[in-house]
């Protein structure tokens, strides 16, 4: 039976509340710990031992408790009311772009799954720049909530499996889920990762020459860090275990009710779990926000008490047979689903050039022929007009250009303001024509066909996969692979007068993006926006794709 939207709240403010509590048993034993390696040190250091007892007295357990208490208080006040922040931050995670048509996409299903869900929640879509495939949400103590995706998961998810992903994270927000689990990541986690750092620093000092008369205090001091630092993990344990594996499996249900689709949602975590899932890129002590936990882990896969305790996800397994139960369908059927997926998916790629694009002759205002122009040069020719005489350069007869329908697309977009960018090429000086490239907003010059990319806009069109390549891209990353040796001693990255970044003026640096992916480009440091000259960035998409290496700062 489903909750009302009041005791979910009533759950919320319990968690809370246990939450508060198990801090104050943290602060509380940390401070006993502390006291009493403090008496401690002051037995062994000190001549005069007068007033100095190992026992704790019931006033100093008082104290001690008044103080961890209020500390819990000013602790649990400050994570919850910058949990999101923090963990925001701590993930990399970047506003949508609303540019890009994958982006787009994604901020219409987050929309249409919170109006599903009764559009209680202020959602704000996310995305986390690495190749990477996984998803995550995050909610505070009011009415606003987080869903982020990564750019892989992004790339590779159907519309249907992408609703179904949206639909799973939605189901956390609006039980609770999301906020204890960000609370939690936001109370320990950055405590837990400080002890890890700790210990390996710890380790490393252990080779430290013991000499001296103060060696006794530095290793005392050393084992109060520990011991600290070694409840500080225990309690970040404790806390994860309160994160129930069984909280997924519920989102999955309620997320299958939302959408009626069990085999998008299984397809979708198929596809998780078959990647990357970001371990390396995302911490540890974060994975709890995810649908998959990031690191490939054992004990995930394994079940019973322990296994509650050293994990927060369920067997990927036992949520995939519970899908599949639900669709009345075997995994191995939905394995096979994914796989025929992926084949017909590479098969309807675009095959760039595969139709010979017309070309025009055009008669400017003194009478003179112009061209020949193909269709995304006309876009820039401000002085074509409807009335302006058109012949085709294979073909014979003149006519008018609003006789060519061919080029009513042209007429269309100066309407609509089109989309004529405000740079000049580098190379020709031409207004150069905002496109869509595999979702991805770029600037390419209709003349010289190069194509401007922002730097951070590379890890999207590297994991995605819409574009086909012909033979003569496969023949330029051939060329590319074997000039590489030559193009070291010395002659890679000159010209004989640099480029100037469109954008901001500056002189562009040429040279081959990477030592992996040698394809000469060129680059502007200071505002990181990429020039690519005709073919050069298919090139580098086809060298991306057949290599499968991901490039240094994607991951």
């Not at 309620?254 to 689709?261: E, G, S």
């Not at 596809?271 to 649908?291: M, P, T």
Request: glycine fraction near 8%; hydrophobic fraction near 40%; aromatic fraction near 8%.
């Amino acid at each position: 039976m489903a909750l009302t939207y009041t005791e979910i709240e009533q759950q919320k403010n319990t968690r809370i509340l246990i939450f508060f509590l198990v801090v104050v048993l943290f602060y509380f034993l940390t401070a006993l710990i502390l006291t009493g390696l403090v008496k401690g040190f002051l037995i062994v250091y000190m001549d005069d031992l007068r007033g100095v007892s190992l026992s704790i007295s019931g006033k100093e357990l008082l104290i001690t408790l008044l103080v961890a208490v209020a500390a819990a208080g000013i602790h649990i006040a400050h994570s919850v009311k910058n949990a999101m922040r923090y963990v925001e931050s701590n993930l990399a995670a970047e506003p949508m772009d609303p540019k890009d048509r994958y982006h787009k996409r994604f901020v219409r299903i987050v929309e249409e799954v919170n109006v599903a869900t009764g559009n209680k929640y202020n959602v704000k879509p996310v995305v986390i720049p690495t190749v990477a495939l996984n998803a995550f949400s995050m909610a505070d103590r009011g009415n606003h909530a987080i869903i982020g995706i990564t750019e892989g998961l992004l790339s590779k998810l159907t519309r249907q499996q992408l609703q179904a992903v949206v639909a799973h994270e939605m189901a956390h927000i609006a039980s609770g889920d999301s906020l204890q689990t960000t609370i939690g990541c936001a109370l320990f986690g950055i405590y837990a990762a400080m002890a890890a750092a700790a210990k390996i620093g710890l380790r490393s000092g252990r080779h430290v020459r013991r000499s001296g008369k103060g060696m006794g205090a530095v290793l005392l001091l050393l084992m109060l860090i520990y011991l600290t630092l070694g409840v500080t993990q225990f309690f970040y344990r404790l806390m994860r275990f309160a994160l129930s594996r069984e909280r997924e499996i519920r989102a999955d249900a309620i997320a299958v009710r939302l959408t009626r689709d069990p085999i998008s949602l299984s397809e979708a975590l198929h596809k998780v779990a078959s990647g990357w899932r970001g371990i390396g890129y995302i911490r540890r002590d974060l994975a709890s926000l995810f649908i998959v936990n990031p690191a490939v882990d054992s004990r995930d896969e394994r079940e019973g008490w322990w296994a509650n305790l050293q994990s927060t996800h369920p067997p990927i397994r036992k949520r995939l047979k519970i899908l599949a139960r639900m669709a009345h369908v075997g995994v191995k059927e939905i394995e096979e689903n994914v796989r025929r997926e992926v084949e017909r998916r590479d098969g309807v790629r675009e095959m760039p050039g595969a139709e010979e694009e017309p070309l025009w002759m055009f008669s400017d205002e003194t009478g003179s022929w112009q061209g020949p122009f193909t269709m995304s040069q006309t876009m820039v020719l401000g002085w074509l007009r409807p009335d302006t005489w058109v012949k085709r350069l294979e073909g014979e007869g003149l006519f008018q250009a609003k006789e060519e329908s061919l080029l009513e697309p042209v007429f269309d977009s100066r309407a609509k303001a089109a989309r004529v960018s405000d740079l000049d090429c580098p190379a020709c000086n031409q207004k150069m024509v905002e496109e869509d490239y595999e979702g991805v907003s770029v600037k390419r010059c209709p003349f010289c066909q190069g194509m401007l990319v922002g730097w951070r806009m590379l890890p999207r069109i590297g994991v995605r996969t819409e574009r086909g390549f012909d033979e003569r891209i496969k023949k330029l990353a051939e060329y590319a692979e074997r000039d590489h040796r030559a193009k070291s001693h010395g002659t890679k990255g000159r010209r004989i007068s640099p480029l100037k970044c469109p954008k901001c003026g500056r002189d562009m640096q040429r040279g081959d993006y990477s030592g992996t992916y040698p394809v000469e480009v060129d680059r502007c440091v200071m505002c990181g926006m990429v020039w690519f000259e005709q073919d050069e960035l298919e090139t580098f998409q086809y060298m991306l794709e057949t290599k499968g290496v991901v490039p240094e700062g994607w991951e």
